[in-house]
């Protein structure tokens, strides 16, 4: 009986317990918030040499956001995206979307917007972040 008592009260000790230092180190800089939604103010629809291009115009909120690594925000705002232009949800406009969500912003600070091309190829992940987004031809120079 006795040692049910000690197991008891020894749990009953670690749920009451503080909880134990941190171990991260004093010199890290601490992890960002990451803003609220809106990341997405508007989509627009767009030719460019003569093909189809999908403008996103990322808030201040999405341009912030979109530095901080984190993939459920970048989620959010693909959502978004296709709330704004449904006939995006095509083969490699979301890949397009996610690297710029994780690189523009570093790449091309306050880019007026993040195009999204269809006549692009589907490329794995590092071919995409190799052709800086844009796989298959140029950029759009806005």
Known sequence: MRSIW???????????????????????PSPQPVPSPPYID??????????????VYPTWAG????????????DEAWSEVLSLAP??????????FMCHWYFAEAGA???TS?????????????????ARCNPGGAEEPF
Do not use: Y
């Open 6 to 28: 000690c197991g008891v009260l020894a749990a009953a000790a670690l749920m009451l317990a503080p909880a134990p230092l941190s171990t991260a180190d004093p010199n890290e």
């Open 42 to 55: 508007h989509t627009r629809w767009t030719q460019w040499d003569g093909s189809k291009s999908l403008r």
């Open 63 to 74: 341009r912030r956001a979109s530095g901080l690594g984190a993939t459920q925000p970048g």
């Open 87 to 96: 006939d995006a949800d095509i083969p490699g406009m979301r890949a397009q």
């Open 109 to 111: 600070p306050g880019k």
């Open 114 to 130: 993040w195009n999204l091309e269809p006549w692009r190829p589907v490329v794995d992940d590092n071919q995409m972040v190799r």
